[in-house]
């Protein structure tokens, strides 16, 4: 099994900048991938970015330029940078991982910007 613990998130003044982290642990042996997602109340679960082991990385183009995705191999960590924050940012965050082909889920962080 595999834990994903998300820390960050809050609340932030539009033109803010906040910094989540997910650190995945358990039987991470071969990670392949991980990322952010978000969803808002009557939306599907989207896409922000995602990050491969080797740094390749994909963003929404809601996101791009104002969002950094990166990660720390060495500890299973990946992180968002997310900068010029929007009130159309606010969601619920998820962090996932890709472990061995398998997809795994955190609990989730909220993000609010407000006007």
């Known amino acids: 099994q595999v834990q994903l613990v998300v820390s960050g998130g809050g609340l932030v003044q539009a033109g803010g900048s906040l910094r989540l982290s997910c650190a995945a642990s358990?039987?991470?042996?071969?990670?392949?991938?991980m990322g952010w997602y978000r969803q808002t109340p009557g939306k599907q679960r989207e896409l922000v970015a995602t990050?491969?082991?080797?740094?390749?990385?994909n963003y929404a183009d809601s996101v791009k330029g104002r969002f950094t995705i990166s990660r720390d191999n060495a500890q299973n960590t990946v992180y968002l940078e997310m900068n010029s924050l929007k009130p159309e940012d606010t969601a619920f965050y998820y962090c996932n991982a890709i472990v061995a082909g398998l997809s795994y889920w955190g609990q989730g962080t909220q993000v609010t910007v407000s006007s």
């Open positions: 990050i491969t082991r080797g740094g390749s990385t």
């Open positions: 358990g039987r991470v042996f071969r990670l392949d991938a």
